[in-house]
């Protein structure tokens, strides 16, 4: 298993630690995720149920995660 999965949550796509949470969340618990947000998740986070939502990216998360995995920062986007 990974070390690090990333699941919708609080209106933004998290990443968290399987260390943390070696099974796959579930509807109504809360998870800390890699940015140190608590997240109660809720059906629209689950692709596999009929109310999910896509949510943008918490980039806390993605700069965690990518400390954690020994990955570049992630790149400067340009604004036009």
């Given amino acids: 298993m ?3 999965l990333w699941h919708d949550g609080g209106g933004l796509r998290h990443a968290y630690d399987t260390a943390s949470y070696p099974f ?3 509807p109504g618990e809360e998870i800390t995720v890699l940015c140190g947000a608590e997240v109660t998740l809720v ?4 692709p596999q149920l009929p109310e999910h939502r896509k949510h ?3 980039w806390e998360c ?3 995660w990518r400390r954690r995995e020994g990955l ?3 790149p400067a986007v340009a604004k036009r």
Avoid: I, L
């Avoid at 059906?43 to 689950?46: K, P, S, V």
């Fill in 62 to 64: 993605d700069a965690a």
């Fill in 43 to 46: 059906r629209e986070d689950f």
């Fill in 72 to 74: 570049a920062p992630r």
């Fill in 2 to 4: 990974p070390r690090h």
């Fill in 56 to 58: 943008p990216t918490c």
């Fill in 24 to 26: 796959p969340p579930r």
